[in-house]
């Protein structure tokens, strides 16, 4: 079992940064690669970036590349969303997920934290 808590989300306006943090614990070990997700006021989840613990490679959506970092510190089995040049559509909870493996789900999942930007 993992448990992830994410924190750092508020309200900003636009064009200003925050830094999401996703603390895991519990059978951290076994993590093969976690991920942050958002969920805009009636529209689908998206995946906004993911890390490999092994190797910190990356992927990260189209509408986030290079405004948004993803990165990881081990030691503290923590991954971070660092969002500069925030925008309204931005605007959505954010979600930390993991998974044990390529091949299976996002078996765990945080809380959310909320990210409101104004224009």
């Known amino acids: 079992q993992v448990e992830l808590v994410e924190s750092g989300g508020g309200s900003v306006q636009a064009g200003a940064s925050l830094r999401l943090s996703c603390a895991a614990s519990g059978r951290t070990a076994r993590m093969y690669d976690t991920a942050w997700f958002r969920r805009a006021p009636g529209k689908e989840r998206e995946q906004v970036a993911q890390i490999t613990w092994s190797d910190s490679s990356t992927y990260y959506a189209n509408f986030v590349k290079g405004r948004f970092t993803i990165s990881r510190d081990n030691a503290k089995n923590t991954v971070f969303l660092q969002m500069n040049g925030l925008k309204p559509e931005d605007t959505a909870v954010y979600y930390c997920?993991?998974?044990?493996?390529?091949?299976?789900?996002?078996?765990?999942w945080g809380q959310g934290t909320q990210v409101a930007v104004s224009s």
């Open positions: 997920a993991a998974r044990l493996s390529p091949t299976t789900g996002w078996t765990y």
